[in-house]
């Protein structure tokens, strides 16, 4: 079994829709949780990163933590077609451990 | 700020030679950088952590002769894929971490190298 588990799509949308995304783990040591954004042929870049549980808000993105049942969830309102890359969560047990990330899910953002 | 460059962005070689790709950090220094491996579809596996003036920590099943990592100065990490065959074709990719900024540690993380061997 995977420490970390993502679905990886793909996910279509019509544009303005809500995008919801999540992954589950196995650790429960994991207390950083991060989602990280990847276009085609580039390098992930972080997009959200919460400690231990709760929400966080950034804009058109939010990010919830469920410890309790080691689900964390991302989700992206009114979608744009440029939100259209595969989304990576990763998480790691201190500030300074290593990233375990989920498999990436791919998300279409259609006009 | 926080830009993280790799070079060469694609490389297509022949079977049993070896390659480097470099990775660097424009605007910070990095006390550790990390080498990362992607295959199609796949997540991003943690190769190596380098941190600079020291050897690298290599991942359990990542061969370290196989897979060389010099980080020479807290600006550059250089991974060398040594003899590559076919089954070493991935994307590369590295990440850096700044120098004591914040308590998060946050990766930034390079655009990648896709390796073809053929």
């Known amino acids: 079994q995977k420490e970390v588990e993502q679905d990886p799509g793909p996910l279509s949308v019509p544009e303005g829709a809500i995008v919801s995304l999540n992954c589950t783990y196995s650790n429960s040591a994991f207390q950083y949780f991060m989602w990280y954004r990847q276009y085609s042929r580039k390098g992930p870049e972080l997009l959200m990163y919460t400690y231990s549980s709760g929400n966080k808000e950034d804009g058109r993105f939010t990010a919830q933590v469920d410890k309790s049942s080691k689900y964390i969830s991302l989700f992206i309102r009114d979608s744009q077609p440029s939100d259209s890359a595969t989304y990576l969560c990763a998480m790691r047990t201190d500030s300074w451990g290593k990233l375990q990330f989920g498999a990436g899910t791919q998300v279409v953002v259609t006009p | 700020g926080a830009v993280v460059s790799q070079h060469p962005s694609w490389v297509i070689c022949k079977s049993g030679t070896s390659v480097k790709i470099e990775c660097r950090s424009l605007d910070f220094q990095a006390t550790t950088m990390f080498w990362y491996r992607q295959f199609p579809k796949q997540s991003l596996m943690l190769m190596a952590t380098s941190n600079e003036g020291s050897k690298a920590t290599y991942e359990q099943g990542v061969e370290k002769d196989k897979f060389l990592i010099n980080h020479a100065s807290l600006t550059l990490s250089t991974l060398t894929v040594t003899s590559a065959h076919p089954e070493d074709s991935s994307f590369y990719i590295c990440?850096?971490?700044?120098?004591?900024?914040?308590?998060?540690?946050?990766?930034?993380f390079g655009p990648g190298t896709r390796l073809t061997v053929l």
């Open positions: 990440s850096a971490s700044p120098q004591g900024r914040g308590s998060y540690n946050e990766q930034f």
